[in-house]
T-cell receptor, first 111, second 115 residues
């Protein structure tokens, strides 16, 4: 079975600082995709960043970057220069034919 | 592009009533997914369709739940009869045809409350 584990239920960070959210997954597949989704209080699911498993280069989207360690099955999200608007639930997700989510990390950014 | 459209945004009903949630995927997308989100269980995949055909419904909780996709632009998730434990946010998502299926677009969700 494919599983996604987020071991940090809650995290907090001060504005302008950097924070890293952890994610591990388990699969026997070799080709897959990994995602981080953001869910603010509005409950909209917003795609933050995406990584193809066959690419060794870590994905980057502005202040968001990932550390993808395929052998360790680890996919962490780094948020640089944190902003108040980054406050949200963050979900790690894994996809082959269907998207499986982790349980989420609630991130609070303080002024 | 209007995105994935779900209706209603909120639904309050009484136990035993039939509930129908609706979803219009993005035009041109051929995969559609229904998710349920609760505090206890997080985001669970209920069922997904490819080209209007149900591919995996192993996440559907029980026979009270059913989903249909009569055409490429419309899907429904029905609960009959509804129970208080069905209270949750239900999301619909769609994605590109194969080769670009690695990006899901989500609707705004339906908040269901069963009293």
């Amino acid at each position: 079975a494919q599983t996604v584990t987020q071991s940090q239920p809650e995290m907090s960070v001060q504005e302008a600082e950097t924070v890293t959210l952890s994610c591990t997954y388990d699969t026997s597949e070799s080709n897959y995709y990994l995602f981080w989704y953001k869910q603010p209080p509005s409950r909209q699911m917003i795609l933050v960043i995406r990584q193809e498993a066959y690419k060794q280069q870590n994905a980057t989207e502005n202040r968001f970057s990932v550390n993808f360690q395929k052998a360790a099955k680890s996919f962490s999200l780094k948020i640089s220069d944190s902003q108040l608007g980054d406050t949200a639930m963050y979900f790690c997700a894994f996809m082959t034919d269907k998207l499986i989510f982790g349980t989420g990390t609630r991130l609070q950014v303080f002024p | 592009d209007a995105g994935v459209i779900q209706s209603p945004r909120h639904e309050v009903t009484e136990m035993g009533q039939e509930v129908t949630l609706r979803c219009k995927p993005i035009s041109g997308h051929n995969s559609l997914f229904w998710y349920r989100q609760t505090m206890m269980r997080g985001l669970e995949l209920l069922i997904y369709f490819n080209n209007n055909v149900p591919i995996d419904d192993s996440g559907m909780p029980e026979d009270r739940f059913s989903a249909k996709m009569p055409n490429a632009s419309f899907s429904t998730l029905k609960i009959q009869p509804s129970e208080p434990r069905d209270s949750a946010v239900y999301f619909c998502a769609s994605s590109f045809p194969s080769g670009g299926r690695e990006k899901l677009f989500f609707g705004s969700g339906t908040q269901l409350s069963v009293l």
